[in-house]
């Protein structure tokens, strides 16, 4: 559990450093952001996605990108330090985090 956790402050770190709209600080805000994160992915976020399922399924998924994004304006309302800028900007950080996310744990795995 403790790898997982640092493996998700990482990439929140590598993705947030490589997006000027997007800004953590200090420094270990990034832990407190992967795991307020991952608190409101397990938590808010499959409740969001059975309400939504309608207009997800009219926009052929695509809808999801956005609820992804709002998860990350969330996060960012309810921690000081990290700032977004946006509803594009939340959608891009979603993104990349879970490609970061994804490859980190392609290197790190221990199967």
């Given at each position: 559990m403790l790898a997982r956790?640092?493996?998700?402050?990482?990439?929140?770190?590598?993705t947030a450093y490589f997006m000027?709209?997007?800004?953590?600080?200090?420094?270990w805000v990034v832990?407190?952001?992967?795991v307020v994160l991952g608190l409101i992915n397990s938590v808010?976020?499959?409740i969001i996605k059975i309400l939504s399922l309608p207009i997800t399924i009219l926009t052929l998924g695509l809808?999801?990108?956005?609820?992804?994004g709002l998860m990350v304006l969330l996060c960012a309302y309810f921690i000081d330090g990290f700032k977004v800028d946006g509803l594009g900007a939340?959608?891009?950080f979603s993104i990349i985090l879970a490609v970061v996310n994804?490859?980190?744990?392609m290197m790190f795995s221990q199967e």
């Open positions: 956790l640092i493996l998700s402050s990482v990439a929140v770190g590598i000027d709209s997007v800004t953590i600080e200090p420094w832990v407190i952001v992967a808010v976020r499959p809808f999801s990108l956005v609820i992804n939340a959608i891009l994804w490859v980190l744990n």
